[in-house]
């Protein structure tokens, strides 16, 4: 499996992603909104893009389907209860679905509701494990639920789903949010040292050059991965004294996702 990664320089700050097949040169297109940096970055690897998957069916993850397909006449995936906001689905998808790229690439599908209730995550496992996770999970953070989503539905897809995943998948998510998240860990875990030493490196890159993280890392540096850290929980009280001095882990992820929404 090849990846490419897209950065978009749009103030949306999207990464958008191509998976190919080395041995067909065939690519699939994730969430493609800047689709001519898409187009340009397969012509250059001598890659022919004959799918487009979009997570969610947010504009800024779709508006480039219609440039796409009549660029190359790919064919358009997304998840099943999202196919109708889209429009012009080739394909909706469900838990456990493949999606093959070429001869060589099998991606399954997780339904991974929360950002929106019909969001879509790719998962690449064996020696390549990569998790392509739209608005669900980045880089040190979590999406939000402000457009079609629920907090609820998010904190079940991180625990039952995310955090069981191996260690050494590398997240490849819908958006570079890496710093800033970093600064919301680091205000709700002053004394994260491994999220401290990742900031000052990425105050060192550009967004096209951003550190890639693995799950390992993001237990590590993510504040909503770190729900019974004795320092998040005490921080957090500060903010909500009504969570008593034991909150349970849903507490901890909701009310996290509560600050986060204004910070």
């Given at each position: 499996?090849?990846?490419?990664?897209?950065?978009?320089?749009?103030?949306?700050?999207?990464?958008?992603?191509?998976?190919?097949?080395?041995?067909?040169?065939?690519?699939?297109?994730?969430?493609?909104?800047?689709?001519?940096?898409?187009?340009?970055?397969?012509?250059?690897?001598?890659?022919?893009?004959?799918?487009?998957?979009?997570?969610?069916?947010?504009?800024?993850?779709?508006?480039?389907?219609?440039?796409?397909?009549?660029?190359?006449?790919?064919?358009?995936?997304?998840?099943?209860?999202?196919?109708?906001?889209?429009?012009?689905?080739?394909?909706?998808?469900?838990?456990?679905?493949?999606?093959?790229?070429?001869?060589?690439?099998?991606?399954?599908?997780?339904?991974?509701?929360?950002?929106?209730?019909?969001?879509?995550?790719?998962?690449?496992?064996?020696?390549?494990?990569?998790?392509?996770?739209?608005?669900?999970?980045?880089?040190?953070?979590?999406?939000?639920?402000?457009?079609?989503?629920?907090?609820?539905?998010?904190?079940?897809?991180?625990?039952?789903?995310?955090?069981?995943?191996?260690?050494?998948?590398?997240?490849?998510p819908g958006h570079e949010y890496l710093a800033?998240?970093?600064?919301?860990?680091l205000d709700r875990e002053p004394d994260n040292?491994?999220?401290?030493?990742?900031?000052?490196?990425?105050?060192?890159?550009?967004?096209?050059?951003?550190?890639?993280?693995?799950?390992?890392?993001?237990?590590?540096?993510?504040?909503?991965?770190?729900?019974?850290?004795?320092?998040?929980?005490?921080?957090?009280?500060?903010?909500?004294?009504?969570?008593?001095?034991?909150p349970d882990a849903r507490t901890v992820f909701?009310?996290?996702?509560?600050?986060?929404?204004?910070?």
């Open positions: 499996m090849l990846i490419e990664r897209v950065w978009s320089a749009n103030p949306y700050r999207n990464f958008h992603y191509l998976v190919a097949c080395p041995e067909t040169g065939e690519a699939l297109a994730i969430d493609p909104l800047e689709w001519r940096l898409c187009l340009d970055a397969a012509r250059a690897k001598g890659w022919r893009i004959t799918q487009i998957l979009n997570t969610h069916e947010h504009r800024d993850h779709t508006g480039g389907n219609a440039g796409l397909v009549a660029a190359t006449g790919a064919k358009v995936l997304a998840h099943a209860a999202a196919a109708s906001r889209i429009g012009g689905v080739d394909r909706g998808l469900g838990t456990g679905d493949i999606v093959r790229v070429g001869r060589s690439v099998e991606l399954e599908c997780l339904d991974t509701p929360g950002h929106t209730m019909a969001h879509i995550c790719l998962l690449a496992r064996g020696g390549g494990s990569a998790l392509f996770c739209g608005d669900t999970l980045f880089n040190a953070g979590a999406g939000n639920c402000h457009n079609g989503g629920d907090p609820q539905r998010l904190y079940d897809t991180f625990v039952t789903q995310l955090a069981r995943l191996p260690d050494e998948t590398r997240v490849f800033r998240n970093l600064e919301f860990t040292a491994a999220a401290r030493e990742l900031l000052q490196t990425a105050g060192r890159r550009t967004p096209a050059d951003m550190t890639i993280t693995t799950l390992g890392e993001e237990k590590r540096i993510n504040t909503f991965f770190r729900l019974q850290n004795p320092t998040v929980i005490a921080r957090l009280r500060e903010a909500f004294p009504g969570i008593g001095e034991q909701l009310k996290l996702r509560e600050l986060r929404n204004e910070w």
